[in-house]
């Protein structure tokens, strides 16, 4: 167990929140725009495709290096909240894969076709041709998912936010690394 | 799937087995003697008529039209002979993405209420053979009238497991200027260029 997250722990902590908050609302942002928008819509939903590819090996590189360096000492809490803690940092590490793979595979699986293409340079091939039966069960799972890592996410910085007006350091160690 | 029709103005009376028998030795399949033109009709029940668009050169999309009637004559001894005539109800477009169908039948696109519908009459080009040859000719669209050649191909024959007919696959695509027509909306978003594809299953035996 390290004395503190290093610095590549912390970066990618708060790279993967912010990516996801920004993913986030341009979804809400490409859904909402009209089709007399065509070229922004295209453009929105290609950069979320792409921003939520980017999820993915940030997220394998985060639980590498978890596995590698650990972490530091839990700070003491109430055995309910450490549990609680647990738990929804459990949840948020299973969300944070679960939407851009259920995200990729309804992209796959949607009636329109139109290819994946990361940054618009890199072509990612479908794992299989469309599908509306299929993405009929994908996208409210992506959806529904994405609002789960939002409100989760949410709630753990509330925490964290709560703890360091308590006195506690859970905001600095992953701030400052100490 | 589509079947011979034997009652069509057009149509030489010629039976079905003689139909056989003559497509399949151009297509290098059997050694059956050929005979003479054929007529084939078919419609959205049978075939399958799409618009593929590109966006940002690295994207495409599929719309299809859901109303069309299609008249191919097919004379297997003479591709060079080959005729066809389409005629596509506009406003029948279907596209998998909420609103697209909307959009591509409004004015900006091809202003369907104005100009209900599309046709296109190709002859094929002289040196063809049945297994590719091309089908050029005028394409009226929007109020103009520009050339265009489909790239036609017929499949190898195969036994279609529901019925057991004989059937070849036929395709055909081309592309398209839309501005050239007119349709000049988005094209930063997408391209000038747009693929017309036809496909149909042939009953030949």
Not at chain 1, 157 to 164: C, F, L, P, V
Not at chain 2, 8 to 15: D, K, M, R, V
Not at chain 2, 176 to 186: E, I, K, N, P
Request: charged share 15%; proline share 7%.
């Amino acid at each position: 167990m390290q004395a503190a997250w290093s610095v590549a722990q912390r970066r990618l902590h708060w790279a993967m929140a912010a990516l996801v908050f920004v993913n986030f609302l341009l979804a809400l942002v490409m859904v909402a725009l009209p089709l007399s928008a065509l070229l922004a819509k295209i453009l929105t939903y290609q950069l979320h495709k792409s921003l939520g590819l980017l999820l993915i090996p940030l997220w394998v590189w985060r639980l590498w290096l978890l596995w590698r360096r650990g972490r530091p000492a839990p700070i003491t809490l109430p055995g309910w909240q450490h549990n609680a803690a647990r738990w929804g940092q459990g949840v948020l590490y299973a969300l944070l894969i679960a939407v851009p793979v259920l995200g990729f595979l309804s992209a796959a699986a949607a009636p329109i076709g139109v290819e994946t293409v990361f940054f618009l340079i890199l072509p990612i091939p479908h794992p299989f041709p469309p599908d509306q039966a299929l993405y009929d069960v994908l996208r409210p799972l992506h959806q529904g998912a994405a609002w789960g890592l939002v409100v989760l996410a949410l709630g753990h910085g509330a925490m964290a936010i709560h703890h360091h007006r308590q006195g506690l350091p859970i905001l600095w160690l992953m701030w400052r690394g100490r | 799937m589509l079947n011979y029709m034997p009652d069509e103005p057009n149509a030489l009376p010629i039976h079905r087995r003689a139909l056989a028998g003559a497509v399949l030795p151009l297509i290098g399949l059997a050694p059956l003697p050929a005979r003479a033109a054929r007529v084939f009709r078919f419609d959205q029940s049978q075939g399958r008529l799409e618009f593929i668009a590109r966006h940002l050169m690295v994207l495409t999309s599929t719309g299809q039209f859901s109303r069309f009637d299609c008249e191919l004559v097919l004379d297997p001894e003479k591709p060079e002979t080959a005729r066809v005539a389409v005629q596509v109800e506009t406003g029948s477009i279907t596209h998998a993405y909420p609103g697209a169908a909307d959009l591509l039948r409004s004015p900006a696109y091809f202003d369907a209420e104005r100009w209900p519908l599309a046709r296109f009459s190709g002859r094929a080009a002289p040196g063809g053979r049945i297994e590719a040859f091309e089908l050029a000719g005028p394409l009226e669209m929007r109020g103009m009238t520009q050339p265009v050649t489909m790239q036609a191909r017929l499949s190898r024959r195969r036994r279609d497991a529901a019925t057991g007919a004989e059937i070849v696959d036929c395709t055909a695509r081309g592309d398209v200027s839309r501005s050239a027509f007119g349709m000049v909306a988005d094209m930063a978003a997408t391209g000038d260029r747009v693929q017309l594809a036809v496909s149909v299953s042939l009953v030949i035996g």
